[in-house]
């Protein structure tokens, strides 16, 4: 819970806010839930959508998403095993701020990423004044020898 104490927001370690963001501060676990969204499907078909995620990243953040009730995970007896997962009840009530986030990261993450890189250009500028300098100054001490 956020309290306010001489007008200073605490944020509190219990704050049912920051616990509901640790669950999904992984990068990976909004990207699965939002696949999963469409409807059940097996873990080669999560790799497919999803690029660039790990069969051992995949794993863990599906384990998570169980462990946390966002998810359901069924296991066939066949062979090979076939395992489908789905969201629970639970995991469709995150599916609109999911959404909500995506429409916010769609119109604003050019803007997000510009500011990124004008404060890098910014951070960077000055090291490069320096390095000049550095550079000019031993190349005056070398020529005095």
């Known amino acids: 819970m956020v309290t306010f104490n001489d007008s200073k927001p605490t944020i509190d370690v ?7 963001l640790s669950l999904l501060s992984n990068q990976w676990t ?11 499907l097996r873990f080669s078909e999560l790799q497919t959508i999803i690029e660039g995620i790990s069969k051992k990243m995949l794993t863990q953040t599906l384990r ?3 462990r946390n009730g966002l998810i359901k995970r069924v296991v066939y007896p066949v062979i090979p095993p076939m395992v489908e997962y789905s969201l629970t009840p639970l995991g469709e009530t995150i599916i609109e701020p999911i959404w909500a986030f995506r429409d916010w990261s769609e119109e ?9 890189e004008e404060y890098d250009r910014r951070s960077r500028l000055p090291l490069q004044e320096q390095t000049a300098a550095l550079v000019q100054q031993r190349a005056h001490e070398a020529s005095e020898l």
């Open 14 to 20: 219990l704050c049912p806010t920051r616990r509901g």
């Open 108 to 116: 604003h993450i050019e803007e997000v990423e510009r500011a990124r």
């Open 64 to 66: 998570d998403l169980e």
């Open 30 to 40: 909004l990207l699965v839930l939002g696949a999963l969204h469409k409807g059940t």
